[in-house]
C-alpha cells in the first residue's frame, strides 16, 4: 500500500479530517486493509505454486509468542520495509491503538452508568 493509497481510503471511511473516525469506522478500515494484504499475500502464493489454494506453511517446532514478542517482529519488520510502507504500517497502528482506548474508555463511562456487562451492578 502506497501513502497516497492510505490518504484515499482514510480520507472515503474516515473523512477529510478525520470528522468520521469513531472505534467502529476505524476497526472498518483497519478490516479492509488486512483483507487486502491478506488477498495480495494469497495472490502472491497463487503466483509462486500457480494454486490458488496454495496452503500456509505452520512449523510445529515454532514456538507461541507473547504479545510483547508480536510486537517486536511487528517493529522489526517495520524497519526492514520501505519508507512508505513502514509509514503505513505504523500510522494505521497508532489509530487503532488511539480508538481502541476511546471505545475503552467509552466502555467503562457506560459501565459506571448502567452496570457491568455480566449483568451486577457497581455500587449498589
Partial sequence: MTKSDLRKLVRQYLGERLENATPASVRDLCDLVQLDNWNAEKLTRFMQTGDPCAPIEVHGDEKPISYEMAMRTFLADS?????????????????????????????????????TANGNDTDI
Fill in 79 to 115: 524497519l526492514a520495509v520501505s519508507s512508505e510502507d513502514a509509514f503505513c504500517r505504523l500510522w494505521l497502528y497508532a489509530l487503532e491503538v488511539t480508538f481502541s482506548g476511546i471505545e475503552e474508555m467509552h466502555r467503562e463511562e457506560m459501565e459506571a452508568l448502567f452496570g
